[in-house]
Nanobody, 121 residues
Framework: LVQLVESGGGSVQAGGSLRLSCAAS?????????MGWCRQAPGKEREGVAA??????RFADSVKGRFTISKDIAKNTLYLQMNSLKPEDTAMYYC???????????????WGQGTQVTVSS
């Protein structure tokens, strides 16, 4: 089974930065061939923010140029570096993984518990 645990969320002022981490464990490597970060704000549908596969990374237009997704293979950890944060980035952020490439579509089979990111003006 795939276990994903996010950390690094918190409150930050607009223009600030946060780095989210997702520790993955309890799975064969193939189950995390495709990973991503999704977020859900109150009253909105869950949306894909960033995705990573061995040969490419993808970002939602709303965060492109501000967020970076990366993986530390040795540590089995996924990261989301968020810079120039805006109030509209406020949401619960979820780490996700699957054997299938879902990209920015929030249809992954394995999810973390989420970590809250709040950006104030």
């Amino acid at each position: 089974l795939v276990q994903l645990v996010e950390s690094g969320g918190g409150s930050v002022q607009a223009g600030g930065s946060l780095r989210l981490s997702c520790a993955a464990s309890g799975y064969p490597a193939v189950y995390t061939n495709y990973m991503g970060w999704c977020r859900q704000a109150p009253g909105k549908e869950r949306e894909g923010v960033a995705a990573i596969r061995p040969d490419a990374t993808r970002f939602a237009d709303s965060v492109k140029g501000r967020f970076t997704i990366s993986k530390d293979i040795a540590k089995n950890t996924l990261y989301l570096q968020m810079n120039s944060l805006k109030p509209e980035d406020t949401a619960m952020y979820y780490c996700a993984a699957d054997r299938v490439d879902y990209g920015l579509y929030a249809k992954y089979n394995y999810w973390g518990q989420g970590t809250q990111v709040t950006v104030s003006s």
